[in-house]
C-alpha cells in the first residue's frame, strides 16, 4: 500500500486546508494519477483534480508531489517511496482540491501574442522553414504550458503581474522562429518591469520542467536580443 496526503480545500465552504490521507495499493506500474483516481472510484468521489490525456502531453495534471512540482500521469509512485503528500500548483488561487485557476496564467500567455507575427506578405500556401532554422526552436516548441515553471518560480509568487517563465518561453519561441519577422512589436511585448528582466535567473523552471526545458536560458537568450535591440535603435544602424 502506498499512503497518499492529498492537500483539500474547497474555498466555498472550508476555513482552512487540510491533508486528507488515503491507502493506495501499490500496483505495479502505478502513476499518482492512477492512484488520485483510484481515491476517487473508491475512496472519495468529491476529490477535485484535473488530468486529460494520461500521457504527459496536454499538460493539465501538474502539481506539487513530494517537494517538486511534476505531472502526476508521468511520475510513478514506486520511487517516490511509500508516502505520496500532494499539493496544487502555487501561486494560483484554489478552486477546490488540486485544481487552481488558471485565468492569470493564460492571461500572461496572451499577452505574448502567441501566434506567428510577420511584417511580410504571408505565404499563400506555407510557411518553408529550413532544418536549420526549425533546430533553433526545436526544444522550446516542447512545452505543455503545464504550470510546473509557473509553480516553481519565487518571482511569479511575489508578483502576480510577471508575464512568468511560461510566458516568456513561449515568447522564446517566437522570438527565435525564422518565420516571425517583426523583432520591434516582440521585444516590446517582454521590454518592460514585468517581462523578461524580472526574471531573476533563479533556475527552478529549468529543474521542474517535465520537458526538460530550459526556460532559464531561453530567457536569458531573449535579455541579450532586447539589449542588443535597444543598443541598435540607440546607435541608429
Ligand atoms: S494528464 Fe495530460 S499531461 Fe498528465
Not at 198 to 209: A, E, G, L, P, Y
Amino acid at each position: 500500500m502506498a499512503t497518499f496526503h492529498i492537500f483539500r480545500f474547497d474555498p466555498t465552504k472550508d476555513k482552512t486546508i487540510r491533508f486528507d490521507r488515503f491507502e493506495v495499493p501499490d500496483k505495479k506500474g502505478l502513476t499518482v494519477l492512477d492512484g488520485l483516481y483510484y481515491i476517487l472510484e473508491n475512496l472519495d468521489g468529491s476529490l477535485a483534480f484535473r488530468s486529460s490525456c494520461r500521457a504527459g502531453v496536454c499538460g493539465s495534471c501538474a502539481m506539487h508531489i513530494n517537494g517538486q512540482y511534476r505531472l502526476s500521469c508521468t511520475t510513478s509512485v514506486k520511487p517516490l517511496g511509500k508516502n505520496v503528500t500532494i499539493r496544487p500548483l502555487a501561486h494560483l488561487p484554489v478552486l477546490k482540491d488540486l485544481v487552481v485557476d488558471l485565468t492569470n496564467f493564460f492571461r500572461h500567455y496572451e499577452k505574448i501574442k502567441p501566434y506567428l507575427i510577420t511584417n511580410d506578405q504571408p505565404p499563400k500556401k506555407e510557411f518553408i522553414q529550413q532544418p536549420a532554422q526549425r533546430k533553433k526552436i526545436e526544444s522550446l516548441i516542447d512545452c505543455i504550458l503545464c504550470g510546473a515553471c509557473y509553480g516553481s518560480c519565487p518571482v511569479a509568487a511575489g508578483e502576480p503581474n510577471y508575464l512568468g517563465p511560461h510566458a516568456l518561453l513561449k515568447a522564446a519561441r517566437f522570438i527565435f522562429d525564422s518565420r516571425d519577422t517583426n523583432d520591434r512589436e516582440r521585444i516590446n511585448l517582454i521590454n518592460h518591469n514585468l517581462g523578461v528582466f524580472r526574471c531573476h535567473t533563479i533556475f527552478n523552471c529549468q529543474q521542474v520542467c517535465p520537458k526538460k526545458i530550459d526556460p532559464s536560458e531561453a530567457i536569458a537568450r531573449m535579455k541579450m536580443k532586447t539589449v542588443w535591440s535597444k543598443l541598435r535603435g540607440f546607435f541608429g544602424s
